[in-house]
């Protein structure tokens, strides 16, 4: 009887073609986990964008008072007591503030009401959620007593990568040109 010529794989064969599988492996994973990490701080990412805008847009517009709603464009001065706290002053003469408190991570908006003067939270951050704000002065002479900068940002950890998101603007005072 005559053998036929049959051909197996060798060890060798077969351990290349198992390193090769791993590696191959290894890559798709990589990927899977390099996009699913994106995606899963991408959302958060938005979310402190929204909510940065949100709390621009409520120190912007002011609240209602006695005499109606009083929005920071109408300040006609301002003193900036830190990075973080500024006191203004409206065509009534009443004083108002807006500072954040690091301690418990609030934004807190002090305003005349009509039971007399209060401290109103506009925004308090949530767990693990690091607030920033900071009033400045643009450069230049022109500038000094007549704009102010405002500066929003959130921050959190997710996953070990920190997100952020922020909202910047300047606010032109009341009956004011530069």
């Keep these: 009887m005559k053998l036929m010529n049959s051909r197996a794989f060798?060890?060798?064969?077969?351990?290349?073609?198992?390193?090769?599988?791993?590696?191959?492996?290894?890559?798709?994973?990589s990927f899977y986990h390099l996009s699913n990490n994106a995606s899963s701080t991408g959302i958060p990412?938005?979310?402190?964008?929204?909510?940065?805008?949100?709390?621009?847009?409520?120190?912007?517009?002011?609240?209602?008072e006695p005499g109606g709603v009083f929005r920071l464009s109408?300040?006609?001065?301002y003193n900036r007591v830190s990075i973080n706290e500024l006191h203004f002053w409206g065509i009534d003469g009443a004083?108002?503030?807006i500072r954040l408190d690091n301690a418990s991570g609030t934004i807190i908006y002090h305003h005349p009401t009509a039971a007399g003067p209060a401290d109103e939270i506009i925004y308090t951050a949530?767990?693990?959620?690091?607030?920033?704000?900071?009033f400045s002065t643009p450069v230049g002479a022109q500038y000094t007593g007549v704009v102010i900068g405002i500066d929003v940002a959130l921050t959190n950890t997710i996953s070990g990568n920190t997100v952020s998101g922020s909202v910047s603007t300047y606010v032109n005072m009341r009956n004011h040109a530069v």
Excluded: C, H, Y
């Excluded at 290349?16 to 890559?27: E, N, Q």
């Design 10 to 29: 060798t060890l060798a064969e077969i351990m290349l073609a198992m390193t090769i599988t791993v590696f191959m492996m290894g890559v798709v994973f």
């Design 45 to 64: 990412r938005q979310q402190l964008q929204n909510d940065s805008g949100v709390i621009l847009g409520k120190i912007l517009e002011g609240k209602s």
């Design 74 to 77: 109408e300040m006609v001065s």
């Design 95 to 97: 004083e108002r503030w």
């Design 126 to 134: 949530s767990p693990g959620v690091t607030i920033t704000l900071r």
